[in-house]
């Protein structure tokens, strides 16, 4: 199966409880992404060439099997390789279920590994609120430059990517997770967490999606300037939740303090 394609492999956590709330998982991390976000803490993934077989992975996936229930696939951003649905395939039929980490700009491939089965969940960055394709882009790192601004990535297409990813996965009734990071004076005050919250309830059907924030960490950012600016800390991002709640139901906060906790 694998001989003719390879994949652009970062590296891999053997035994991960914490990618995938309540499952232990191995995690494949994949270099490469379309988007450049300031805030990035996987930067060292955005570039570079790692290409391996596909049968690399798999050795590493199947030697996780006898620890974890299941695989989640990482990066950068999993979904530009096209051998992850082999990967997934593999997975599946080594009896683990698959999870998807990604930032929402494939939906063609996230729909055809809902077709075949080969995914289980997936979990979906909202960077910003999707009706605002300028903030968006600003998020996702165009002012900064960086971004690949080619005709088929301006920020407009991203939002409409990220939004036909989302209503994708809602579609198939399969469990996903959306999740925005939330860093200071950057993005994620009050109003801008209502907006994204406003939009998910007014466009998923499923009333029982889960939506988290996360704790962006500064010094982890790929852009410097970043990096000393004051953590955003618990308390803070449990009033966030707070306003997140008054539109969904199920709402979480992840932080280095406390892990993952339902608001």
Known sequence: MGTAMRVNY?????????????????????????????????HPYLEGTGLVELEFVEEKI????P?????????????????IVDLA????????????HTNGCYPERAAE??????????????KAPLDDPELYGKVAGY?????????????EKITAAVAKTIKTADASGL?????????????????????????????????????VLQQGIP?????????????????????LGKIAKSHLKKVRIRTKEEGEEVV
């Open 10 to 42: 970062a590296g891999i956590v053997p035994l991960s409880t914490l990618d995938w709330t309540g499952r232990s998982a191995v995690t494949i991390f994949f270099r490469g992404c379309p988007l450049h976000c300031p805030y990035c803490q996987n």
């Open 62 to 65: 199947k030697s996780s099997k």
């Open 67 to 83: 620890f974890v229930s299941a695989v989640v696939f990482s990066g950068g951003e999993p979904l530009m390789q096209a051998g």
């Open 89 to 100: 395939e593999f997975a599946k039929n080594l009896g683990l279920s698959v999870g998807i």
């Open 113 to 126: 590994l809902i077709e075949r089965k080969l995914v289980d969940k997936f979990f979906i960055d909202v």
């Open 143 to 155: 002012e900064s430059g960086e971004t690949d601004i080619s005709p088929s990535r301006t920020p």
């Open 175 to 211: 469990e996903f997770e959306l999740r925005t990071t939330v860093f200071r004076d950057f993005i994620g005050d009050e109003e801008e967490i209502s907006r994204i919250v406003t939009w998910i309830s007014e466009n998923v059907k499923n009333k029982d999606v889960t939506y």
């Open 219 to 239: 010094e982890h950012s790929l852009q410097e300037n970043l990096r000393d600016i004051r953590v955003l800390g618990r308390e803070e991002l449990f009033e």
